[in-house]
Nanobody, 120 residues
């Protein structure tokens, strides 16, 4: 299983970016997909996650500005980030809780990070 994240970049405060993360490989089913971020010198924090039934959760700092969605047919999760602030600057990591085969348990897989830099 591999997760490929993309969409990061440099943007001015108030701007937007759309992050994507596609899972590939041996996948029977995916339960939760989500995003964490880690800013320089800070601990990693959860940003948002979405369950297979499309129920989403958001961290307080991003509520109302970020929207998580998923395309189950493409095994892809998206994070639309709007009204970006300098404090959103971080490396964003995606993850997915995947069952590879019908008789295996779910396990968490991580993608490589995609860097988001918001200038003031």
């Amino acid at each position: 299983v591999q997760l490929q994240a993309s969409g990061g970049g440099l943007v001015q405060a108030g701007g937007s970016l759309r992050l994507s993360c596609a899972a590939s490989g041996s996948i029977f089913s995916i339960n939760v997909m989500g995003w964490y971020r880690q800013a320089p010198g800070k601990q990693r924090e959860s940003v948002a996650d979405i369950i297979s039934g499309s129920s989403a959760n958001y961290a307080d700092p991003v509520k109302g500005r970020f929207t998580i969605s998923r395309d189950n047919a493409k095994n892809t999760v998206y994070l639309q980030t709007n009204s970006l602030k300098p404090e959103d600057t971080a490396v964003y990591h995606c993850y997915a809780v995947i069952r590879e085969y019908i008789n295996t348990p779910y396990s968490r897989w991580w993608g490589q990070g995609t860097e988001v830099t918001v200038s003031s």
